[in-house]
């Protein structure tokens, strides 16, 4: 199929608040997924509401910024129920994000379309992106690196996807 007539992939990056780890999460993914010349749309969504509006933590777009990605447009929103039906994916940052999102969701929830981000690293035990909000600036960097790792292995999973 050419990329006329392919259907493109859309996917959710969620966290709490969304104004942290998602909006990093959506701008690498973007920058991936282009990269790979894979079609894809990618937002973010947070299972809580206090943000809603606002832009990325300065201290995501500083740390986007440093590695060459601008997230300053991103604006949060809350997920939706009905956001299981308009994505392909829905990408938890941790296990708490999960399980509230299912609470969201409700009988739209799909198993099947759910995951979290770092199953995406190959070998790793980890579950759970750090939340950095309550944290000063170092722990950005890490957060940063973290999802960057797990946006690449996930590219990966979804070339390999494509090319079938
Ligand atoms: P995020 O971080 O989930 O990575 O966006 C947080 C941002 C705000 C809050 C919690 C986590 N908050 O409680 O306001």
Redesign the pocket.
């Known amino acids: 199929m050419d990329n006329n007539t392919k259907k493109k992939l859309s996917i959710l990056m969620v966290?709490?608040?969304?104004?942290?780890?998602?909006?990093l999460a959506e701008g690498i993914m973007k920058q991936k997924l282009h990269a790979a010349g894979i079609l894809g749309k990618v937002d973010s969504a947070?299972t809580?509401n206090?943000?809603i509006g606002s832009s990325p933590?300065p201290d995501s777009q500083k740390v986007a910024k440093l590695n060459g990605i601008n997230i300053s447009d991103q604006r949060a929103r809350q997920l939706q129920p009905t956001d299981f039906i308009h994505y392909d994916l829905i990408v938890f940052?941790d296990r708490e994000?999960k399980k509230d999102g299912k609470k969201i969701a409700g009988i739209y929830w799909q198993e099947n379309k759910a995951r979290l981000l770092l199953d995406s690293i190959p070998n790793s035990n980890l579950q759970d992106v750090p939340?950095?909000?309550?944290g000063g600036w170092d722990g950005y960097p890490k957060v940063y690196q973290l999802i960057e790792e797990a946006c690449e292995g996930l590219v990966e999973e979804l070339s390999a996807f494509e090319s079938r």
């Open positions: 966290c709490l608040g969304n104004i942290c780890r998602s909006p947070g809580g206090w943000h933590h940052m994000n939340d950095p909000y309550f």
